[in-house]
Every structure is written in structure tokens, then in C-alpha cells.
Nanobody
Framework: QLQLVESGGGLVQPGGSLRLSCVVS????????IGWFRQTPGKGREAVSC????????YYADSVAGRFTVSRDAAKNTVYLQMDNLMPEDTATYYC??????????????????????WGQGTLVTVSS
């Protein structure tokens, strides 16, 4: 069974950087995409960035494009999210999740949500001075 474990969250000042890691273990079955999603209290979860396990195709939400970079290291079974120039509005709990749909579905979270399995436990990112 596939398991995802996130790490790397923390407190950072505006303009700073963090790198999140998502370690993937278990049998991947039909998983084709690992995505990063975030949620703040009182708001729904949204897709931040996704990467295709196979060919490395990526998706970025408009709010993070140019500041965040998603990558994968097959040898370490790990997907990373490098977050630069962080802003207070990036404060959220970040989750990684796996799904079997094409990468571009990350831009349609409402349609995608039911296909995301499993989820990681989440890691909190706080951007504050």
C-alpha cells in the first residue's frame, strides 16, 4: 500500500525559502502524479503544484508560478517542493497526495479530489515576520 510522508515545514520570514519533501513508499500501483496541496483554516484545499511520476511534466497554480519549483528524485522515492520568495498568504498546511489522472487535472481540484489517494499527514508552513 502506498504511503506518503511530508516534512520540511516551519516558520520563515516573508521573502524566505523552504523545501518540502514527500517520501513515497509502498507499492505505487497505478499512481501517475504526485501533487502538493495546501489548506488554511476556513478555506478549502487547493492544488499548488503537481509532477508526473513518469515524464516529469509539471503543473503550477498561478499564485505560486515563478516562486515554487516541484521536482522528483526517483532514486530517493522523493518529491520536493522548493518554495522561494514566500509570502504571508502562503501560510497553510501543505499535503502531498497521489492520483492516477493526468497532471493538468491538478488545475481542477474539485474534479480531482475524489481521485487523490493516499494523502500524507501534512506539514505546516508559516510565513510571518
Amino acid at each position: 500500500q502506498l504511503q506518503l510522508v511530508e516534512s520540511g515545514g516551519g516558520l520563515v520570514q516573508p521573502g524566505g525559502s523552504l523545501r518540502l519533501s514527500c517520501v513515497v513508499s509502498g507499492t505505487p500501483l497505478d499512481v501517475t502524479v504526485i501533487g502538493w496541496f495546501r489548506q488554511t483554516p476556513g478555506k478549502g484545499r487547493e492544488a499548488v503544484s503537481c509532477i508526473s511520476v513518469g515524464d516529469g511534466t509539471t503543473y503550477y497554480a498561478d499564485s505560486v508560478a515563478g516562486r515554487f519549483t516541484v521536482s522528483r528524485d526517483a532514486a530517493k522515492n522523493t518529491v520536493y517542493l522548493q518554495m522561494d520568495n514566500l509570502m504571508p498568504e502562503d501560510t497553510a498546511t501543505y499535503y502531498c497526495g497521489a492520483h492516477i489522472l493526468p497532471v493538468h487535472f491538478c488545475g481542477h481540484y474539485d474534479a480531482l479530489e475524489g481521485y487523490i489517494e493516499p494523502w500524507g499527514q501534512g506539514t505546516l508552513v508559516t510565513v510571518s515576520s
